[in-house]
């Protein structure tokens, strides 16, 4: 089956350094691939659509300078979260769309938490 | 624009007993339905997927799905609940053609024995 993972899955850092998350699809090319972000019992929201070979589309209210988004090839896409506050720490999910599948729908990585101190 | 929501925060079921999670969704065509599972600090996991045909979707551990288009709803059934059925169940749709998902609030399952 599609297998997508995430690394680190776990990032303690400190005020004002920039921490970047791998996201990677093991078994399958993933054109696209998407940002979420999770806050501690809420839902998963969207942060931004990243596409391989071309810029992100970021959601209405997300700094697309302060979350970089690099979707360097067909298996790996990374966020970068730079100048880290704490109110950045959270639980970051991405996700990957398997293109041969035909629109099967998202695959999700184990996500990373991020705290910034 | 397209959203979910997902009526119950938190149930707490019997080991053995039935659970229904509800989902309704607002969009102007005939959506893509799914329904997640997340353990505690992990990612998603997909259950289940409507797209089209059968209304009535078989998924993953026992869940089933049923799309009912009169009541905008994708209810999440399983007829006996096990001890790690116990997780969060999110509720996502989508559009046709653009695979960005809108997630529920999600419902939290407890099970007691």
């Known amino acids: 089956g599609a297998v997508v993972s995430q690394h680190p899955s776990r990032v303690i850092c400190k005020s004002g350094t920039s921490v970047k998350i791998e996201c990677r699809s093991l078994d399958f090319q993933a054109t696209t691939m998407f940002w979420y972000r999770q806050f501690p019992k809420q839902s998963l929201m969207l942060m931004a659509t990243s596409n391989e070979g071309s810029k992100a589309t970021y959601e209405q209210g997300v700094e697309k300078d302060k979350f970089l988004i690099n979707h360097a090839s067909l298996t790996l896409s990374t966020l970068t979260v730079t100048s880290a506050h704490p109110e950045d720490s959270s639980f970051y999910i991405c996700?990957?769309?398997?293109?041969?599948?035909?629109?099967?729908?998202?695959?999700f990585g184990p996500g990373t938490r991020l705290t910034v101190l | 624009a397209q959203s979910v929501t997902q009526p119950d925060i938190h149930i707490t079921v019997s080991e053995g007993a039935s659970l229904e999670l509800r989902c309704n969704y607002s969009?102007?065509?005939?959506?893509?339905l799914f329904w997640y599972v997340q353990s505690p600090g992990q990612g998603l996991q997909l259950l289940l997927k409507y797209f089209s045909g059968d209304t009535l979707v078989q998924g993953i551990k026992g869940f089933e799905a049923e799309f009912k288009r009169s009541q905008s709803s994708f209810n999440l059934r399983k007829p006996s609940v096990h001890w790690s059925d116990a997780a969060e169940y999110f509720c996502a749709v989508g559009a046709r053609g653009n695979e960005k998902l809108t997630f529920g609030t999600g419902t939290r399952l407890t099970i007691i024995p």
């Open positions: 996700s990957a769309r398997d293109v041969a599948s035909g629109g099967s729908g998202q695959f």
């Open positions: 969009y102007g065509a005939t959506p893509y």
